[in-house]
């Protein structure tokens, strides 16, 4: 046997009933690609305008491994993606739920075919923000990585751009909320929301120059100018956390935006209201951060 014919005897795992680990069966796999619904994909199968790993394949049962096989329809290839990881530049006002009847959703903002179910699962937010925050969203079908970036236990920072209501004046009152910050500090309960101790976080001061570079515009930089501007990395994901520290320090927070999860920024390129698909490279750090 030729080397030739290893490779092809490698790459014919599809297996008609039974069932292999990673694998799954190929109308439903057709199904979450777009091909239609699962009785509309078996219609497809019928029709002989399917092949798997270069062999027609009308076998709705069939089994496949997105890894390893490839699916023709209509003679052109098909990209079997198990998971979907995006970026999102969330503007204010839109909420991260599926659907709202008032508010835009940061679902609204995808191409539709985007909001899919893919092989991995279906598309969600990894680490919601209020209506009112900006910036980085993780819309991703990955549930792993989605538990792993908001599991407390993780310790997976979140850095965030802040604008305070008040400027501290001296430099011994910027010290002061670096120390504070870093020490962290207990927070009180407000309304139905329950007091916690904020664990310690980093707080950095930003001048005008630094602070321009995350405003979406010119005129959201010019309405924010005369604000003390500084960024905050927080390890955990209390409810309301950046705006409840804040208020604790005794300042109020008039303009947040998450600017990033891990040690992944959110692209300076990407405009409000705009999306990407992550590189690899950036999916392997969310999964080592």
């Not at 609204?108 to 009112?132: I, N, P, S």
């Not at 321009?212 to 010019?222: L, P, W």
């Amino acid at each position: 046997m030729n080397a030739d014919n290893d490779v092809n005897k490698d790459k014919s795992p599809a297996v008609s009933g039974g069932f292999k680990a990673d694998t799954l069966r190929l109308d439903k796999l057709l199904a979450r690609q777009g091909f239609g619904t699962r009785s509309g994909v078996k219609k497809l199968l019928r029709s002989g305008r399917v092949s798997v790993n270069g062999n027609p394949c009308a076998n709705a049962d069939t089994h496949v491994n997105p890894s390893v096989d490839t699916v023709c329809v209509d003679g052109e290839e098909i990209e079997l993606k198990t998971n979907l990881y995006l970026m999102i530049n969330k503007p204010q006002n839109t909420v991260c739920s599926a659907k709202d009847p008032v508010h835009t959703t940061v679902f609204d903002l995808l191409d539709k075919d985007l909001c899919r179910q893919f092989l991995g699962g279906d598309l969600h937010v990894a680490g919601r923000l209020d209506a009112d925050t900006e910036g980085f969203v993780l819309c991703t079908t990955d549930g792993e990585l989605t538990h792993r970036i908001i599991s407390p236990k993780k310790h997976i920072a979140k850095t965030y751009f802040v604008c305070l209501k008040d400027v501290p004046e001296q430099p011994r009152d910027k010290a002061f909320y670096v120390s504070l910050f870093k020490e962290g500090m207990d927070i009180p309960s407000e309304g139905t929301e329950k007091a916690f101790r904020a664990e310690s976080a980093i707080l950095e001061w930003l001048d005008e120059k630094q602070s321009v570079r995350f405003f979406d515009d010119e005129k959201q930089a010019a309405e924010y100018k005369n604000r003390a501007a500084c960024t905050l990395t927080v390890f955990e994901g209390k409810y309301h956390q950046v705006k409840r520290m804040f208020r604790t320090a005794g300042n109020e927070v008039v303009f947040l935006k998450r600017i990033g999860i891990g040690s992944l920024m959110l692209d300076p390129a990407l405009k409000s209201g705009g999306f990407r698909e992550l590189t690899t490279e950036e999916v392997e750090l969310l999964e080592q951060a």
